[in-house]
């Protein structure tokens, strides 16, 4: 019978993974920081691996954030607070796309611009969501 992960243990994966995306850091390169093989980050980021406090602190270390950002906030019943993105945008931000966006879109310093591009691109969802067979949209 295989052995199921812990959930604390897939979520903390989950966000070293995500933190290693946005940051287009690959797995070798982490690796690489951390003195292990990428087959071990591979492992750390499935959940199927626990990470030990002092990788924690390293991991941790090698992205510039503490240990804590790793872990799940918890309210005075002990009980995780809900998720503050919904799932569909956590699951667009985990794809190439959406890191590749967000990355990109972080570089832009200009506040004006940045709005310009956000209405943008809301106006071609709309228009997409109004036309959806439209080839030229």
Avoid: C, W
Wanted: aromatic share 6%.
């Amino acid at each position: 019978m295989a052995k199921v992960p812990d959930p604390i243990d897939v979520e903390v994966g989950a966000k070293i993974k995500a933190r290693r995306r946005l940051l287009g850091m690959s797995q070798d390169r982490l690796a690489e920081a951390l003195g292990i093989t990428f087959q071990q980050v591979q492992k750390y980021e499935k959940g199927t691996n626990r990470v030990s406090a002092s990788r924690m602190v390293a991991i941790a270390d090698a992205f510039g954030l503490t240990p804590s950002y790793f872990f799940p906030v918890e309210t005075a019943d002990r009980r995780p607070d809900p998720p503050s993105a919904a799932p569909e945008l956590v699951s667009f931000i985990e794809t190439n796309e959406g890191r590749d966006l967000n990355v990109a879109f972080a570089k832009i310093a200009s506040t004006t611009t940045r709005r310009k591009i956000v209405g943008l691109v809301t106006a071609l969802a709309a228009a997409l969501h109004a036309n959806p067979g439209d080839p030229g949209i």
